[in-house]
């Protein structure tokens, strides 16, 4: 027998809602760990063969490395903007209009579980205002905040509106940095520290089917200058995602020539400077000569690309200490706000540009072998009685292939827990088949997720509103185990 996905027909089966991460990933999460001590902040930066180097080879060379360590999240941030507003604009929305398939590329590791209405700011002429509709409470929504530097510094959500108003609509006015003047009645401010600021809303989406719903939604999003409000009862101007881009941003800056990169990054920090607990990396890198509005100076273009190289060898395989590895699975509750661990900043952003805060989203990944075509390997992943996972929102289930994209499979599931209902054992145990094969008419649509026939995938478990006990770790995803 086979089967196709069922079609969602109706609200949210767990009466909650719902909302994802961004995956914009590009490297496994697990890799070997590899020390980040004495990590820094950024200075000026320009090579004019004047300046006399300081120090030997290898000092600047570390120096050089911890620099692109942490100015790379800053030069993606551009990138990512640069990319998905060209021919469009900053201060207004794109609206993500569809859900990604497994043909989808440019993005890894991607979600179903919402469409994206983010927008790209720019805060040096005035204030933006951003106002969310009445939104049916069973729906989820998030609108994180970030700056320049990866941070997620606000995130109101149908969980936490943080807002003026009681009840929807909420408006919220975000400021740059510098910006002093009055916030109207009935707007809560968001101040931020940079003048780029990636505005990265998700909203619930249940199933295909709901698309349409969402999109209504959309349209009655409010996104203007402060100085052209109240809207005039138009629709805020609006475009459709950019799609895919024809090079993945994170490639693109990768590929960039060290001296490039570091003109770039000390360009960008003039209008986005690094926060105060910064200073002692910036005193570091200002040695040579990376500061903001610098270019590299007292070091050699081959001491630049060196350290360069190191810093990407060790972004890519870089493992948060703070990282719990339990029942197989990777969790990470420290990710969205990083203070001064750069290194830790810069692989997430390399993995997972837009990183939610874990509590709005956790993620906890899991990496397995199907074994080969002759003899796959069927798993089970085992809930307990009463313990799925703990959230205020929904969750979600979602496998991808080697290079994290969705799995291709006859029956077009690529996602379970949430747009098709799971059904429960009599004991109120939950058992998913996790397999590429049809598991048969024993096993319910909703509880079969299909994984490739044959090598590695990945699972990624997103709880939205994660609960305190998953936050915290009292409460764990259970081993997914073969069947044999």
Known sequence: ????????????????????????SRRAVLGAMVAAAGLAACGESADDGSATPSGTTEDRIDVATQAYIFGFPLVLMDANRKAMTAGIGTNQFLHGTALPVPSSRGARR?????????????????????????????????????????????????????????????????????????????????PMPTRMVWLLGRIQVNGPDDVPAVREIQAQLKLLPLSA???????????????????????????????????????????????????????????????PGGHPRGISSEELSAGKDTAQRQIAVYLDPGARLINGWVINPDIGRYGTNYLLRAGTADRGLGANLPEDVMYPILFGDAGDEDLPVPFRLRFAPGQTPPVDAFWSLTAYGPEGHLVANPAGIYSIGHQVPVVFQPDGSLELAVQYADPGPGV?????????????????????????????????????????
């Open 1 to 24: 027998m086979s089967r196709t996905a069922p079609k969602y027909a109706g609200p949210a089966a767990s009466g909650s809602a719902s909302d994802e991460r961004p995956a914009f």
């Open 110 to 190: 991607i979600g179903l579980d919402s469409l994206y209405s983010s927008a790209w700011l720019d805060l040096r002429e005035e204030p933006m205002v951003l106002r969310v509709p009445e939104i049916d409470p069973r729906r989820y929504w998030v609108m994180p905040l970030l700056d320049a530097w990866t941070n997620t510094v606000h995130n109101p959500s149908s969980v936490r509106p943080q807002a003026e108003s009681p009840a929807a609509p909420y408006t919220y006015l975000i400021s740059g940095p510098g910006w002093s003047g009055e916030v109207p009645e009935g707007m809560r401010a968001l």
């Open 229 to 291: 409000w109240p809207p005039d009862g138009e629709p805020s101007p609006a475009a459709a995602g950019p799609g895919e881009l024809p090079e993945p941003p994170v490639d693109v800056v990768t590929r960039m020539p060290a001296r490039d990169f570091f003109d770039r990054m000390c360009e960008l920090m003039d209008d986005n400077p690094p926060a105060p607990e910064d200073a002692p990396a910036l005193d570091r890198f200002a040695t040579i000569g990376i500061t």
């Open 444 to 484: 319910p649509a909703g509880n079969w997720l299909p994984i490739p026939p044959a090598g590695q995938f990945s699972l990624v478990l997103r709880m939205y509103a994660p609960k305190e006990a998953a936050r915290t770790g009292a409460w764990v995803p259970p081993p997914l185990e073969p069947v044999t």
